[in-house]
């Protein structure tokens, strides 16, 4: 079937084994611009997915009937030649965002601003601001470079991102011993050398030695990039502060370490992978040592304090563990909360519902752990809104007014103290309950493993179970381990 303008796929009239097939052929050959209809007799949400899966965010997806007997969805690939602003046509390479897979889109900015040199450029084109990548740029790197905005909405934002320029310094023996420590006289290195030279002499380090950088100027941004790729597994010691010369004592941790699990992942929330790895809860239970949860589990902390030491594989730099969280304002925090954590689970928790309890009543018979499943999907689902609801009723505008008053260095009341404190007492006894719902869903799961017989539905119920409970663990971390600790802090020094 063909309208005017769109072509329609009625897809009850197809062949089961041929209907996923019949749609992705025809969204491969729509050219930008194009649209299909899809027309079926229940919600093909599960297509959703499976196109971002397969092509990342290329089309859209509009609803133009949703039931309660048939539903009509208007698939259209996105128009993603148009040309970015270059008012000097030079040949500067063009980063064409939204044709990205999502998993390379982050990936393909940052490697491309490494491989610059001083002076060179490269515009990021994309359907809307790019400004998270400043912030991360700027944490990874430092200021070294400039961001310009070409072109700023409403449907496409042009910025050209250049590499700051450096003076050519002379050759000369750069790396020498002195002491105990490894001395770096920086200005005497080649610019593509510099930081690669530094990184090196750092990752040979053992526990307890150190390496001094000799330069001359402060190079703290070269701080946030060893803290960005190696996480906080060193000291950083000023020894000599200007005029002319800069020196700084680098130290590698020893491998035992003092604080609280969620104090670590609040500096890092890479490591997280690390205690994920080992089954530690790095979010409600945040407030333990390393030493105290391994004692628990049985673990060699040991084992894990080494391997907290290493930069963590198959996570990159560029990803959510660059975000400096436990740097931000506790009134941004608590709104990025708001519109990332509790925006998600408004929007999928009601779907991940709706499959729970499809996956059980179909194959409950032969997995029985599907029941219980259900049962504590149910129960975030009855308790989750009412909690996050809560904290932004009562909790966030209360922190949001002792961040005010410190701020203004204004009057506040301090006789709702005790109240504040029982508020943040109670969302952490909340955050317990459904980590504890996680947890038993992917036991039950053995780690959200896929059985032999799951068809498509208890396929995706099953992926979108672990990635809710990673956003969810990652939002209590956020709460629990940085919110909530600096919000009591700061209250506690209000006169």
Excluded at 395 to 424: C, D, H, M, Q, W
């Amino acid at each position: 079937m063909q309208t005017a303008n769109d072509i329609v796929i009625n897809v009850q009239e197809i062949e089961p084994r041929l209907r996923h097939q019949t749609i992705f052929y025809v969204f491969d050959n729509l050219q930008e611009g194009e649209s299909f209809v899809i027309h079926n007799n229940h919600d093909p949400r599960p297509v959703y997915f499976q196109l971002m899966d397969m092509h990342g965010d290329i089309f859209t997806w509009e609803y133009l009937q949703q039931g309660p007997e048939w539903w009509d969805i208007k698939v259209t690939r996105k128009v993603l030649s148009s040309q970015p602003a270059n008012e000097n046509n030079s040949k500067e390479n063009v980063i064409n965002v939204p044709s990205l897979e999502p998993r390379l889109k982050h990936a393909t900015i940052f490697g491309t601003f490494d491989n610059l040199k001083p002076g060179e450029s490269f515009i990021i084109h994309n359907d809307h601001d790019p400004k998270p990548v400043y912030f991360q740029l700027m944490s990874m790197h430092g200021d070294v470079f400039t961001w310009e905005y070409l072109q700023q909405g409403p449907q496409w934002w042009d910025i050209r991102v250049t590499r700051k320029g450096q003076a050519q310094p002379a050759a000369n023996d750069a790396v020498t011993k002195q002491g105990k420590d490894i001395v770096i006289n920086v200005p005497a290195l080649e610019p593509r050398l510099k930081h690669p030279t530094i990184f090196k002499v750092f990752d040979s380090l053992k526990p307890g030695e150190s390496l001094v950088i000799h330069n001359d100027h402060d190079p703290k941004p070269l701080y946030y990039q060893l803290q960005g790729e190696r996480g906080d597994v060193f000291t950083w010691e000023y020894l000599q502060q200007g005029p002319q010369w800069w020196d700084i004592r680098v130290t590698r941790k020893g491998t035992e370490t003092h604080e609280t699990i969620g104090e670590i992942v609040a500096k890092d929330l890479r490591k997280s992978e690390v205690f994920k790895k080992y089954g530690i809860d790095f979010c409600c239970n945040g407030k333990k040592t390393i030493r105290e949860a391994c004692a628990a589990m049985g673990i060699d902390p040991a084992t894990v304090e080494q391997e907290l030491q290493k930069p963590v594989q198959g996570v990159a730099a560029s990803g959510s563990g660059a975000m400096n969280y436990d740097e931000w304002g506790l009134d941004f925090l608590s709104d990025y909360i708001v519109n990332t954590h509790h925006r998600y689970i408004r929007k999928y928790l009601p779907e991940i519902t709706g499959y729970a309890n499809k996956v059980a009543h179909v194959h409950g018979a032969n997995h029985s752990e599907l029941l219980r499943i259900k049962e504590l999907v149910m129960q975030l689902s009855k308790e989750l809104p009412d909690h996050i609801g809560s904290e932004e009723n009562k909790l966030f505008p209360v922190i949001k007014e002792i961040v005010k008053a410190k701020e203004s260095n204004t009057a506040y009341n301090r006789s709702g103290s005790e109240s504040f404190r029982a508020l943040v007492a109670e969302s952490e006894k909340e955050h317990d309950s459904v980590g504890d719902a996680m947890k038993e869903i992917r036991k039950l799961s053995k780690d959200y493993a896929i059985p032999g017989d799951a068809c498509t539905s208890y396929k995706l119920l099953y992926k979108m179970l672990e990635e809710f409970e990673n956003d969810l663990f990652v939002h209590i971390h956020l709460e629990n381990n940085i919110l909530f600790p600096k919000a009591v802090e700061a209250e506690k020094t209000l006169a």
